[in-house]
């Protein structure tokens, strides 16, 4: 693979972690630094320049401050010594989808499977055992076809789609609702080669602990990394108490971002999932759980060219990527984001 530039990635870090800079400042910066051919490590602007790039240089003057440097050049030690990669703007391995998501990301593990073709296999945390069954074989048997299954990391379906994947001597991403520097390897999960076969993601800085927001956030990062969506179970997309299913709004962000939703025939199930339906009934595919995966590999085959999914539906960049949310007492945990 393409090797990265480590000042590239220090100065892109910097930026990132430099207070009063967000996802929207970041993305301007990255247009800008492309529309004028400049190298983000270029710290100082001649008066000409200055005036073409406004806003580039008003952070420059504004907002990098030198008392910063040192704390900000430890994380960043601390994060070569831990294995773990920052994907910036322009940086010669960087899926495009993802970074309109959100605009740095961190990660660790097998690097090439940023840009392999990956399916995301969705569900509850408290799923049946027909559900993990399923989740399973679909995973499986996506990995024998050689797609890399992605999913969030968390209790359920998540789980048992990686699980699916390794055992099959597949691939997997976990893409993670918290910062990366929280990863922990589950028990069930030790005995894999990470390094060869599991890729760790998350568009968190890397201290951040679980919060819902952040998790409701990262499923639009998930749909990014793949070429479509499986949901095994989900619940309807509010409870009784008015909270959200992150499953449901999973489903939802793949039909909004036009990646092709697959869910699985609520009747399959002893107890019809009100959400399967819900999603099927706002234009999701049906898939028969008996196929395990064989619509969902017809449906790439027929897409030779796949092309990754939309993710233009915000144009104005409201990313969660900083750290100082307050956790949303509408979002539930009831869902596929809690690891």
């Known amino acids: 693979m393409s090797v990265a530039d480590p000042d590239r990635a220090k100065t892109w870090f910097r930026l990132f972690r430099t207070r009063g800079i967000g996802p929207k400042s970041l993305f301007m910066i990255a247009e800008q630094l492309e529309t004028y051919q400049l190298q983000s490590e270029n710290r100082s602007l001649n008066q000409k320049e200055s005036s073409e790039v406004p806003g580039w240089a008003q952070i420059v003057d504004d907002q990098i401050r030198v008392e910063d440097d040192e704390r900000i050049s430890a994380e960043y030690e601390k994060l070569e010594e831990a294995g773990i990669n920052i994907i910036y703007p322009g940086h010669p391995d960087a899926p495009s989808p993802p970074l309109e998501v959100s605009p740095i990301l961190f990660i660790k593990g097998q690097r090439k499977l940023l840009t392999s073709d990956g399916v995301a296999i969705v569900g509850s945390r408290n799923v049946s055992d027909k559900g993990i069954q399923v989740a399973k074989k679909v995973a499986a048997e996506l990995a024998g076809e050689g797609v890399n299954v992605v999913s969030g990391y968390a209790k359920g379906v998540d789980s048992a789609a990686h699980l699916g994947a390794l055992e099959s001597e597949g691939t997997t991403t976990m893409a993670l609702p918290y910062g990366i520097n929280e990863l922990r390897r589950k028990r069930e999960f030790r005995d894999f080669n990470w390094e060869r076969d599991v890729l760790a993601i998350s568009q968190f800085s890397p201290e951040t602990k679980w919060l819902a927001r952040n998790a409701m956030a990262r499923n639009k ?21 008015g909270k959200m299913s992150g499953t449901f709004d999973t489903g939802k962000t793949a039909i909004k971002m036009k990646c092709p939703l697959f869910v699985a025939d609520p009747e399959y199930f002893n107890e019809p999932p009100k959400g399967n339906a819900d999603l099927i009934e706002l234009g999701g595919r049906k898939l028969d759980p008996s196929h395990g995966a064989r619509d969902v590999v017809s449906h790439l085959e027929k897409k030779k060219s796949m092309k990754s999914c939309d993710t233009t539906i915000n144009p104005n960049h ?22």
């Open 318 to 339: 409201e990313m969660y990527v900083q750290t100082d949310f307050l956790s949303d007492p509408h979002v539930s945990t009831e869902n596929n984001t809690i690891a």
């Open 221 to 241: 990062l998930i749909c990014a990394l793949s070429k479509a969506v499986v949901v095994i179970e989900s619940g309807a997309e509010r409870d009784g108490k």
